[in-house]
């Protein structure tokens, strides 16, 4: 399969376009770490056209929209709940007016399945009927190409396009500076701040398997475990196991399970040994992106877009940075590679 890489709106959008309404919101109060943000400067669209961000309410708009004069751009979109699904039927509804009179849809893949497992049949009847009725699908690798095809069971004549992954505006400042930081803002104390830190860092949800990583470093005590995210809905029994280990293993863990703003990411990166990540599948982490654009050595395995070669830097992340590992010992001795050098 040879597919062209995506550098110009102008393939998608006419002239008469005003307005590409994207879809969900983004997040206006972490610019520098929120990917639709930073997408739209990566891929500026053409003078005289704006996007818009909206939540699932804002569907409702598109039953309005001009069909010439609004495009729509589709991001993560799945349904693993009843509350997702019921959410769905009103975003198909809403989308299937705008189409009828002749609005043009643009969808990003993101996951070719859903992080939980639940419900994937639906998910992937969502995933084929959008692509059926995009103009352009955008994807962060070949390999997403061939797995979605084969998930859904679709034609490979669909208007693929291949993105790279946006740099995030963080950068690594001085590790004494973010320590000391972190120490002033968020009480750290100097046990946690002065071993090994593996950071684990974005949502906590099942998909991210953090319990079976920590497990492997547990009985080493050089290293201490940072996680920082908020919890998702399936992220509670991880949680509850966190806590449990914290309190058997003083001064090993630090959780801080909120969203924290880009001053905060930018120190608690900057001060981390490793970013680790455990992913159960994944085609292109956000978390990952934002380690090498933080320039930190992540750690994480070798699935989805991450299995491919890239160049040692590609639109400004540095891959030098990615360290891929296809089994819990090669991931323990990739960790202590890192940390002993």
């Known amino acids: 399969m040879n597919y062209q890489a995506f550098n110009d709106w102008k393939d998608v959008c006419s002239a008469d376009v005003r307005t590409v309404h994207v879809f969900p919101k983004h997040r206006e109060q972490t610019p520098k770490t929120d990917y639709i943000t930073q997408f739209y400067k990566q891929y500026p669209l053409e003078p005289g056209v704006q996007w818009a961000s909206h939540s699932i309410l804002g569907y409702g708009s598109l039953l309005w929209a001009h069909p010439t004069k609004d495009v729509v751009h589709q991001h993560w979109i799945e349904a693993t709940t009843l509350k997702g699904v019921i959410?769905?039927?009103?975003?198909w509804f809403c989308l299937r007016i705008y189409l009828f009179k002749g609005g043009t849809l643009i969808w990003t893949?993101?996951?070719?399945?859903?992080?939980?497992?639940?419900?994937?049949?639906?998910?992937?009847?969502?995933?084929?009927?959008i692509m059926n009725h995009s103009s352009m699908i955008l994807v962060h690798c070949r390999g997403t190409i061939?797995?979605?095809?084969?998930?859904?069971?679709?034609?490979?004549?669909?208007?693929?396009?291949?993105i790279e992954h946006p740099r995030f505006q963080l950068r690594r400042i001085e590790?004494?500076?973010?320590?000391?930081?972190?120490?002033?803002?968020?009480?750290?104390?100097?046990?946690?701040?002065?071993?090994?830190?593996?950071?684990?860092?974005?949502?906590?949800?099942?998909?991210?398997?953090?319990?079976?990583s920590i497990e492997w470093f547990l009985a080493d005590d050089a290293y201490v475990f940072w996680i920082v995210g908020p919890v998702k809905p399936d992220g509670g029994q991880t949680l509850e196991w966190l806590s449990q280990q914290a309190a058997r293993h003083p001064n090993r863990f630090w959780i801080h399970p909120v969203h924290v703003n880009d001053d905060e990411a930018q120190a608690i990166l900057s001060a981390a040994d490793v970013l680790m990540f455990n992913h159960r599948a994944i085609e292109m982490s956000g978390g990952v992106a934002l380690g090498l654009s933080c320039d930190i050595p992540t750690v994480a395995p070798a699935i989805g877009c991450l299995s491919e070669p890239r160049s040692a830097i590609t639109n400004g992340l540095n891959y030098k940075n990615l360290h891929t590992f296809t089994s819990p010992e090669e991931m323990v001795q990739t960790v202590d590679r890192i940390c002993s050098s």
Do not use: M
Request: charged share 25%.
């Open 109 to 129: 893949c993101h996951n070719v399945e859903p992080h939980e497992p639940r419900n994937r049949w639906i998910n992937r009847s969502i995933s084929r009927w």
């Open 146 to 162: 061939t797995r979605l095809l084969h998930s859904t069971k679709s034609s490979t004549t669909l208007p693929f396009r291949i």
């Open 175 to 212: 590790k004494k500076t973010a320590k000391s930081t972190l120490r002033d803002s968020l009480e750290l104390d100097d046990t946690l701040l002065n071993s090994n830190v593996l950071l684990y860092f974005g949502n906590i949800a099942s998909y991210k398997q953090i319990q079976a």
């Open 87 to 91: 959410g769905w039927i009103w975003k």
